[in-house]
């Protein structure tokens, strides 16, 4: 079983920080893509940022320049570290990864995390 599980959530002011981090655990055999997302109430799911597993990144342009992800391959681990925080960044932060599981017969897949949610408020 792979699981994915987000941390890091919390209530900040606005121009505050925040590392959300997600660790994928379970029978792994490799991590490609890891990416983050957000759902805000009443609004549908988006793309915040992703980073493949040579490591490149793509931002949504909103976030560009205030938010940073990375990974630890060897920690099967991604984090996403938000400054300068606005209101309109809350949400609940998904953690999303494409796992080949062992047996590697059983193909890639897309794990979600449950989520953690960023409140941005004074």
């Known amino acids: 079983q792979v699981q994915l599980v987000e941390s890091g959530g919390g209530l900040v002011q606005p121009g505050g920080s925040l590392r959300l981090s997600c660790a994928a655990s379970?029978?792994?055999?490799?991590?490609?893509?890891m990416t983050w997302y957000r759902q805000a109430p009443g609004k549908q799911r988006e793309l915040v940022a992703s980073?493949?597993?040579?490591?490149?990144?793509n931002y949504r342009d909103s976030v560009k320049g205030r938010f940073t992800i990375s990974r630890d391959n060897a920690k099967n681990m991604a984090y996403l570290q938000m400054n300068s925080l606005r209101p309109e960044n809350t949400a609940v932060y998904y953690c999303?990864?494409?796992?080949?599981?062992?047996?590697?017969?059983?193909?890639?897949?897309?794990?979600w995390g449950q989520g953690t949610q960023v409140t941005v408020s004074s």
């Open positions: 980073i493949t597993g040579i490591s490149t990144t």
């Open positions: 999303n990864a494409r796992i080949r599981p062992i047996p590697i017969t059983l193909g890639d897949h897309d794990y």
């Open positions: 379970g029978n792994i055999f490799l991590i490609s893509t």
